[in-house]
Every structure is written in structure tokens, then in C-alpha cells.
């Protein structure tokens, strides 16, 4: 079974060598994960994270990319509930880098969604965008009537930026507000896999579409099942109300009925459990189905017909009523 935890291992070790793929994946993980906060008048970027593998990956891109040395630390337990990130990661001063990563803008706000240079970047940035979010708010649900993948956003905006990034990847993802948080959301089991495949988790796509072909092989098969079921259940309510048809319709016209509507009328009351091709191969001589069929249905217009004009009960007020209708 396909866990979260499982698929941002893999992502976290995922080998980035281009600057510009390094500071999308990096910018979004701090959008997603943190916030700009004022201590003591000075502006620090904070994030909570999951893992101290992803910490590090944070840290490492902070030092490399912009030469910011950036402190972490354990969240304490009573912080923190079951699924919460467990590690900060805190630059003190961190409005020139906040300004760098465009997570700030001319009045020292922090911006509403995405940094606009990343969301219009080229494909292997778009997949950054998406692999930092993963890592920092993704969560995954295994194939089966809930399959998903999620983002849990700070803001609409920024829910919005990630659709259209994940738009412009070729994959279709939707925003929605649930229980008051913004979400992105893919539900389908065969995009999820492709966009598995788009962040570089390669191990986690493919145990992924194994698990789906196997939960659709086994969909199928019940499915084969219930449509057997449904055949067999709705054959059999058939030939109780065509033998019981067929009954009223020899008492109703006793003697007057030509031999060759009696034969079939008869044929099927000794084999009530036998499918048209069945009683015409019984037959002597041998009849089609369609001329069993026909002879059959000749036979209840007959005593139809007879009940009608002799004003008592056709061949339908023989049926069970426990049958369902036919």
C-alpha cells in the first residue's frame, strides 16, 4: 500500500541540478509550509516541516542558492498533533531572501499566491512547483473509491496557481474549499500516477499503477459477477412467469387449442428450466427458437384473446406477485 510518508521519501532525495527548478521547489515548500512573521522588527521566514530529510533538503538549497544560514529546530509534542509537521526551519532576517524567493512584495507584504516568474516557467519548473507543495502540505490516498492526491494551500490564490501549474504540466487538477481549508485536489487513479510520474517519484508511480490495475482487475471481476447474478436471478423470473402463462392459458382454452400451440405449451411445462434453444432442440421434430418462441407466444394471445371476450382473468393474473417486474 502507497503511503505519503513513502512517496516524499522518494521525492526528497530526488536529484536537482538546474538553479531555477532548485528555488521553484524551494519558494513553494516556504509559501506552503511557513509565513513571514516580525520579531523584534525584523521580518523571519519560518516553515514547519515533516521530516528531517526535508529539512535538510530546505536548508541545503537556503545555503547553496542564496548563502542564508537558517536554524531548525524540534517542535515540541504538545504542538503538535498526529500528521502535523514536527520540525521549524527559522531565517532570522529574512526579508532580503523573502524579496529574492518573490514571496514579498513592494510593501512588504507577503503575496497571496505564487511567485508569478515560477508559475510561468518552463515544464521542469512547473513539476518543481509541484514537487515542493507535495513535500510540504501533499498528502496521497491509495487507489480504491477515494483514490487522491492533495495539496493543502494557505490561499485560493495559491491553490489557483497550482492548477494552472499543473495545467500547463498537460494534468488536470481541481481546487475546491473543504471544511474550511483550500485544497487542490486529483482524484482520478491514472492522472495521480502521472503526476507522480511529473514530480520524479518514478518508484511510487509505478507501485501506484500496479496498485490500481489490480483494484480495477478486481472491480471488473465483481462487477462480471453481479452482471452474472443479475442474468441468472432475472432468467429465472422469466420462466416462472412463462410456465405460469403458459398454465392459465391451457385451462383457459382446454380442448380448443391446435396441437402444435399445445406441443410447445406443454414443452416448456416439462422443462421449465430450459432456455428456448433448449426446448426447440427437444422438440420432435426439431424447432428454431424463434419458432418456439413464436409458438408460444401464439398461444398466450389465444387464451388472452378467449379470456377477453369470456370476461374472466387473462394469463397474466397468474403470476406470482413476488416477482419483480418483467
Not at 502535523?84 to 503575496?111: C, M, N
Not at 501506484?208 to 471481476?221: I, M, P, Y
Request: hydrophobic fraction near 40%; aromatic fraction near 2%; proline fraction near 4%.
Amino acid at each position: 500500500m502507497l503511503s505519503t510518508p513513502e512517496v516524499k521519501s522518494e521525492l526528497v532525495r530526488f536529484p536537482v541540478q538546474r538553479t531555477s527548478e532548485r528555488n521553484a521547489e524551494v519558494a513553494t515548500i516556504l509559501r506552503l509550509a511557513g509565513g513571514l512573521h516580525t520579531i523584534s522588527g525584523r521580518i523571519a521566514l519560518e516553515a514547519e516541516l515533516h521530516t528531517p530529510q526535508i529539512v535538510q533538503r530546505v536548508r541545503k538549497d537556503l545555503a547553496e542558492l542564496y548563502g542564508v544560514r537558517s536554524e531548525a529546530k524540534h517542535l515540541p509534542p504538545s504542538s503538535t498533533r498526529p500528521g502535523a509537521p514536527q520540525f521549524l526551519v527559522r531565517v532570522l532576517d529574512g526579508e532580503t531572501l523573502a524579496r529574492q524567493l518573490g514571496l514579498l512584495d513592494q510593501r512588504r507584504r507577503q503575496i497571496r499566491g505564487l511567485p508569478n516568474r515560477l508559475t510561468t516557467g518552463a515544464q521542469a519548473e512547473l513539476a518543481a512547483i509541484w514537487r515542493g507543495a507535495f513535500l510540504a502540505r501533499g498528502g496521497i490516498t491509495a487507489p480504491g473509491r477515494s483514490a487522491a492526491l492533495e495539496l493543502v494551500c494557505p490561499s485560493n490564490e495559491v491553490a489557483m496557481a497550482l492548477v494552472g501549474a499543473a495545467g500547463r504540466i498537460g494534468i488536470e487538477a481541481k481546487n475546491r474549499e473543504i471544511r474550511g481549508q483550500h485544497k487542490v485536489l486529483i482524484r482520478d487513479a491514472e492522472t495521480i500516477g502521472e503526476m507522480l510520474g511529473a514530480m520524479g517519484a518514478t518508484a511510487a508511480r509505478a507501485s501506484w499503477d500496479e496498485l490500481r490495475k489490480a483494484r480495477e482487475t478486481r472491480a471488473t471481476a465483481n462487477r462480471l459477477v453481479n452482471f452474472d447474478d443479475a442474468n441468472l436471478r432475472r432468467s429465472a423470473q422469466a420462466s416462472v412467469a412463462a410456465c405460469a402463462r403458459v398454465e392459465r392459458a391451457l385451462e383457459i382454452l382446454g380442448e380448443e387449442i391446435p396441437e402444435h400451440l399445445r406441443y410447445a405449451g406443454e414443452l416448456r411445462l416439462t422443462h421449465r428450466e430450459a432456455s428456448l434453444d433448449d426446448l426447440g432442440a427437444r422438440a420432435e421434430p426439431v424447432l428454431t427458437k424463434d419458432a418456439i418462441a413464436g409458438r408460444i407466444r401464439r398461444l398466450l394471445a389465444m387464451a388472452d384473446k378467449e379470456a377477453e371476450a369470456r370476461g374472466i382473468p387473462g394469463t397474466e393474473a397468474s403470476l406470482p406477485e413476488e416477482l419483480d417486474a418483467l
